[in-house]
């Protein structure tokens, strides 16, 4: 089904074939028409199926419909988790909004950088806003924005925004907007929260699926090496330069392992940057640039850049230390492999770590099978899995221990 009849303005279907949009995802053809006609929705997916456009060409539409407000009033207002996802977005609805007659003017707020030039951007009035909630307050606070002509919410990644502790924030936003509005709701996941939430949030919403999580994405090659802990890094350094990809993403349990990791990559030659909530506002932006314009080939960041996160044409994922939860594993891998890319998963896996990986394995309903690299073999043991059961400290399972551990499973 081609953009043009899902009822859009051409020039939105022209700045869709700009960006190199032959055709609708998924989630595009089945949402797009929905919230045209003004319903409200329920989209069950995750970033990399394309629902950013399914949310912003639309909701571009009726704002373009709706006229000019003198002075300008905020008409619609998307709410993310995180200042990456934000500015992605704003920047996303930017290019999708340019070939409009008349673009309604988007704004970009989040915290962790003064919130002066915000309040300025401001001042002219703007139609559409993306932020993140605490960010959005304070400017309440300061009068720089007004929520009471809103006609249309949207929640992206609703389950982080849970996750990151934003429910309050959410309950007070709410409170200030009109009550006649549409909603539109995003979640890769529906915890009970989420789901009380949403039915509370929604009038007869339009539900959208695209792909179930627990299926995994079928254009992510799944890899588990063995290794142990001690070796990762090299291992890591010979897959980066051995398998020629351009650029990877790495992930770490730390802040403190990003640093370190970069740091021992940068000193093999390898151009390797740490990504992590200590660094500055202005250095995160500026080392997801140096990735994007290919300057930085290897990321190495913690759980912050699970999501919301769009490198282009991102053909690896390392998963250096593993996701806490196999939710978090989902999230990581699937910044690769997007938007009909393929993409590779790698997780590195130890016998004190294997137990865990295949936890995570068995929610996604997959069997990843295990690689050695030669070279990089593993000695170390598991770790006994009872205390006093008599594990034998150092020593390797055998083919035939790895045998009978698989049938016990
Ligand atoms: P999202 O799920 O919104 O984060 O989008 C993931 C990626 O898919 C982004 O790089 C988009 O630019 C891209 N994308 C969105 N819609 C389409 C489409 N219809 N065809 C090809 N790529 C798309």
Redesign the pocket.
């Known amino acids: 089904m081609p ?1 043009h009849s899902l009822g859009l303005d051409p020039a939105l279907v022209r700045a ?1 074939t700009d ?7 998924a ?2 053809a089945e949402a797009i028409p929905a919230i045209l006609q003004g319903r409200d929705l329920l989209g069950a ?10 949310f912003a060409l639309p909701l571009l539409q009726r704002v373009a419909a709706g006229g000019r407000h003198a002075p300008r009033r905020l008409r619609a207002l998307i709410l993310v988790p995180t200042r990456e996802l934000a500015a ?2 704003g920047e ?1 609805m930017r290019g999708l909004a340019q070939h409009l007659t008349a673009p309604p003017r988007i704004a970009v707020a989040f915290g962790g950088v003064s919130i002066n030039p915000q309040m300025m951007a401001l001042r002219g009035g703007a139609d559409i806003m993306v932020a993140t909630p605490g960010r959005l307050l304070d400017l309440i606070d300061h009068r720089a924005v007004r929520l009471d002509a809103v006609d249309m919410l949207v929640l992206d990644e609703a389950d982080r925004l849970f996750d990151l502790g934003f429910a309050d924030e959410l309950g007070r936003v709410l409170a200030l907007l009109p009550a006649r509005r549409q909603n539109l709701l995003f979640s890769a996941t529906f915890p009970p929260a989420i789901q009380s939430f949403a039915e509370a949030l929604l009038h007869d919403p339009v539900r959208v699926e695209v792909q179930s999580e627990a299926a995994g994405q079928p254009d992510i090659a799944q890899r588990a090496i063995e290794v142990d802990p001690g070796r990762r890094t090299q291992l890591l350094r010979h897959l980066v330069r051995d398998e020629g990809w351009a650029r990877v993403l790495v992930f770490v349990a730390t802040k403190h392992a990003a640093e370190i990791v970069a740091d021992k990559l940068r000193k093999a030659d390898i151009h390797a940057e740490p990504f992590h909530g200590l660094l500055s506002q202005g250095k995160r932006t500026q080392v997801l640039a140096d990735f994007k314009a290919s300057r930085v080939q290897v990321v190495i960041a913690t759980d912050l850049a699970a999501r ?1 996160i ?1 490198v ?1 044409q991102l053909p690896a994922v390392v998963n250096y230390d593993l996701a806490r939860s196999a939710v978090d594993h989902v999230h990581r891998i699937g910044r690769t492999g ?3 890319e393929r993409g590779v998963a790698v997780s590195f896996v130890s016998g004190a770590t294997d137990a865990h990986f295949r936890l995570i394995e068995k929610r996604q309903g997959l069997n990843v099978p295990r690689e050695q690299v030669p070279g990089f073999e593993p000695v170390e043991a598991a770790p006994p899995a009872d205390k006093g059961t008599g594990g034998i400290k150092g020593k390797r399972p055998s083919k035939k221990d790895k045998l009978r551990a698989a049938a016990a499973r």
Request: aromatic share 6%.
């Open positions: 953009f869709a960006k190199g949009y032959a055709a609708p995802t989630i595009q997916a995750q970033t990399g199926s394309g629902k950013t456009a399914a992605q977005v996303s919301g769009d282009v997007r938007a009909g």
